[in-house]
Structure formats: structure tokens, C-alpha cells
T-cell receptor
Framework: DAKTTQPPSMDCAEGRAANLPCNHSTISGNEYVYWYRQIHSQGPQYIIHGLKNNETNEMASLIITEDRKSSTLILPHATLRDTAVYYCIVRVAGVGTGTASKLTFGTGTRLQVTL | KAGVTQTPRYLIKTRGQQVTLSCSPISGHRSVSWYQQTPGQGLQFLFEYFSETQRNKGNFPGRFSGRQFSNSRSEMNVSTLELGDSALYLC??????????????FGPGTRLTVL
């Protein structure tokens, strides 16, 4: 799986949009971009994923650049409960060999939402 | 639909003992993966089971083992515990590792402390 690079930490004011960048310059054509977050000592929570098109769900939006070498997770109106470590992961899906199931976590971005 | 459940949530053992952790996947999910999270090494993949077969394994010693039952529930066992095995053990389930986007959903984890 391709490696990702994320800033170690970011701050965001409550109510503002939080834009979390991720660089994955070596991503392959069959690799998806996944985002998870982990609130202190809890299990990682799935947020969103995408292949090449922008995606949106009730939690966030995912913007993937046209060359797919980077992406941005957008939390449109951050709240204090969004304070967490956010992980960007790229991985192959749909292979069916079992190897697709492995998630390789980096160190993520620690997002601090403040009043 | 109920999420991934893990039991017990907290466990204290002493060096040399063994421990068994349990994971019940989301109903209908057939793949179960295990991860270890420590402050020093972060989140690391242990192994993945599908249809009662281990299909993928991380770089951990043989003291770490697991199994999956016909109802997809999974257990992991750590024998001859060492202090360094103190960690948060996370279980994740997915619907179909061969699917187009086999998203993994995590449980709350089991916090193991080895004294």
C-alpha cells in the first residue's frame, strides 16, 4: 500500500471548517483513499473513502486531486467532539485475496478544535 | 445494527500468563482483523481471518495467535505475556474482503495491561 504524509497537528475553531490534508504521491490506480479518526483510547471510526471522485457523506467531504496524489478531508462545521487523531490511509480494495483487508496506519493528524 | 463488540474491555495480567480476547463482528460481516496499538509503535496489523482461515498476518511473534469460528466470531490469544504486550487490542470487521470497497469497522478495543 502507498504511504501517506500528514501534518502532525492542526487547530481549528469551533464552527469553522477543518481541512485536513494528506499527501499520497505514490498511490496506484487501484488504491482507495480512506479516512478514519480516533478519539482518545477508542477504536478508530470510519469517516469516508474514495477512489478518484470527490465524496460527501453526513460526516465529511473528501476532495481528491485530479492526479490523485493528494486529498483533503473537510469537516464543514467542526465541533469540540471532532477533536481526534485523523488517519489517511491508501489501500487496495476489491482484490479478493485477503491482502486487501490490511490497513496500514501512519501517525495521523491530531486535530484540536477550540472554542 | 449492532457494531463490533469486544470482550473484555479491560484486562490485567502478569508476565508469563496467557490471555484470550474475543471479538464479535457486525452481523453479516465475514472478515475479522486484529490490530495492536501502543504509544511507541502506533496501530499495527496482527492478522485477518475470513471463513475460519487466517488469510493475512502481520509481523508479530508466534505467541500471538487467533482463530475464527463458523459464526465469524473471532478470538485472539497471547501466550507467555511480556510487559511490552500491554496495549489496546482492536478488532475490525468487514463485509467482504473481495468487494469493491471493503470498509473495516472497528470495535472499542480491549485494554490489556501486563504487570
Amino acid at each position: 500500500d502507498a504511504k501517506t504524509t500528514q501534518p502532525p497537528s492542526m487547530d481549528c475553531a469551533e464552527g469553522r471548517a477543518a481541512n485536513l490534508p494528506c499527501n499520497h504521491s505514490t498511490i496506484s490506480g487501484n488504491e482507495y483513499v480512506y479516512w478514519y479518526r480516533q478519539i482518545h483510547s477508542q477504536g478508530p471510526q470510519y469517516i469516508i473513502h474514495g477512489l478518484k471522485n470527490n465524496e460527501t457523506n453526513e460526516m465529511a467531504s473528501l476532495i481528491i486531486t485530479e492526479d490523485r496524489k493528494s486529498s483533503t478531508l473537510i469537516l464543514p462545521h467542526a465541533t469540540l467532539r471532532d477533536t481526534a487523531v485523523y488517519y489517511c490511509i491508501v489501500r487496495v480494495a476489491g482484490v479478493g485475496t485477503g491482502t486487501a483487508s490490511k490497513l496500514t496506519f501512519g501517525t495521523g493528524t491530531r486535530l484540536q478544535v477550540t472554542l | 445494527k449492532a457494531g463490533v463488540t469486544q470482550t473484555p474491555r479491560y484486562l490485567i495480567k502478569t508476565r508469563g500468563q496467557q490471555v484470550t480476547l474475543s471479538c464479535s463482528p457486525i452481523s453479516g460481516h465475514r472478515s475479522v482483523s486484529w490490530y495492536q496499538q501502543t504509544p511507541g509503535q502506533g496501530l499495527q496489523f496482527l492478522f485477518e481471518y475470513f471463513s475460519e482461515t487466517q488469510r493475512n498476518k502481520g509481523n508479530f511473534p508466534g505467541r500471538f495467535s487467533g482463530r475464527q469460528f463458523s459464526n465469524s466470531r473471532s478470538e485472539m490469544n497471547v501466550s507467555t505475556l511480556e510487559l511490552g504486550d500491554s496495549a489496546l487490542y482492536l478488532c475490525a470487521s468487514s463485509l467482504d474482503p473481495g468487494g469493491s470497497a471493503d470498509t473495516q469497522y472497528f470495535g472499542p478495543g480491549t485494554r490489556l495491561t501486563v504487570l
